[in-house]
């Protein structure tokens, strides 16, 4: 079926009366970029960010948008006319809502589900693993496959941060081992140590539809939930979740930001067993220092650093 996907630049004040407007043509799904919330974002959530990409904030940088999608078909070409002719009486009542410009594309199904997919094609990580895109074949060559599909969850092996958990958890994973998998997103790291051999994995991870996914994406693997356990919530406050994880792992992994992790520097200690690892990364390069110092007033003995691509692991005792 072929699409039409409008947008209509306007400013912040405009977003919710132009939202409005459309929504009257009897639209819905629509999708509003909101600069000062973006800005908002930043400001107030630094705990969840260390970098964000240079291209993403000119994109958003100076945007109030709405964008809605019509069929390419006689009636969505008459409920576009229908927008414009309301757009244009707004814009003469409100100098104050911006341009009030749309803007038009022609599109397939396929474009808006499926496009990002060329991106993402089979990984070799370290020496026995391979990540396989649910939607590809590959020649293994003989590595494990991880069978991987990660919707929009943070996780396809393709970032420095997760090639260099695997690389690690492939060189220390045993068999029988207890994994624990904090910020799961996709579920790759633990999804990952139960292929490599460990018998009993939990992940959690503070956005509730890393729960499917990562279900889902275990499930690709023939992973049942008899070893693996998904759940959401805040580890740093969620004492249920805390309660449910338990004890007596033998690696942590913890793959998100700096603040995070060394908020988690003094807590996951009691989770782990006598000996046991704790696997950091997502440590952007300028914080690396800061990070390692932390981990180490904590108690941790650095056992091995890793770094990629101006990002850093730690791997701790």
């Known amino acids: 079926?072929?699409?039409?996907?409008?947008?209509?630049?306007?400013?912040?004040?405009?977003?919710?009366?132009?939202?409005?407007?459309?929504?009257?043509?009897?639209?819905?799904?629509?999708?509003?970029?909101?600069?000062?919330?973006?800005?908002?974002?930043?400001?107030?959530?630094?705990?969840?960010?260390d970098y964000v990409d240079e291209d993403l904030m000119k994109e958003k940088q100076g945007v109030c948008r709405v964008t809605f999608y019509v069929s390419a078909d006689g009636e969505g070409f008459d409920t576009v006319a229908k927008v414009r002719m309301a757009l244009q009486a707004l814009k003469e009542e409100h100098a104050e809502y911006g341009s009030l410009l749309m803007t038009m594309a022609q599109m397939d199904d396929a474009d808006w589900e499926n496009n990002w997919k060329q991106f993402y094609k089979p990984m070799e990580i370290g020496e026995r693993l391979i990540v396989v895109p649910e939607w590809e074949k590959a020649n293994t060559k003989g590595r494990?496959?991880?069978?991987?599909?990660?919707?929009?969850?943070?996780?396809?092996?393709?970032?420095?941060?997760?090639?260099?958990?695997?690389?690690a958890l492939e060189k220390h994973v045993q068999t029988g081992m207890q994994v624990l998998d904090l910020g799961c997103g996709s579920g790759i790291l633990s999804i990952a140590a139960l292929l490599l051999g460990a018998q009993h994995a939990f992940a959690c991870d503070i956005d509730e539809k890393c729960v499917d996914v990562a279900y889902e994406n275990a499930a690709l693997n023939n992973i049942g939930k008899?070893?693996?356990?998904?759940?959401?919530?805040?580890?740093?406050?969620?004492?249920?979740?805390?309660?449910?994880?338990?004890?007596?792992?033998?690696?942590?992994v913890a793959n998100i930001v700096a603040d995070v992790i060394m908020g988690l520097s003094s807590q996951v200690r009691p989770f782990l067993k006598e000996g046991g690892l704790f696997l950091t990364s997502g440590i952007i390069d300028d914080r690396a220092a800061e990070v390692a110092e932390k981990l180490r007033a904590d108690g941790w003995e650095i056992l091995e650093e890793r770094h990629s691509e101006g990002w850093y692991s730690y791997l701790c005792k």
């Open 1 to 49: 079926m072929q699409w039409l996907e409008l947008k209509i630049d306007t400013t912040s004040a405009g977003l919710e009366p132009v939202s409005e407007l459309v929504e009257a043509q009897g639209i819905t799904g629509l999708v509003i970029d909101d600069e000062a919330d973006f800005k908002d974002f930043l400001e107030n959530n630094h705990q969840y960010w």
């Open 144 to 167: 494990i496959p991880l069978i991987l599909n990660p919707g929009l969850t943070f996780g396809t092996g393709s970032h420095a941060t997760t090639r260099l958990c695997l690389t």
């Open 226 to 252: 008899e070893r693996y356990t998904v759940r959401w919530g805040d580890v740093l406050s969620d004492a249920r979740l805390q309660k449910e994880m338990g004890g007596q792992y033998d690696i942590i």
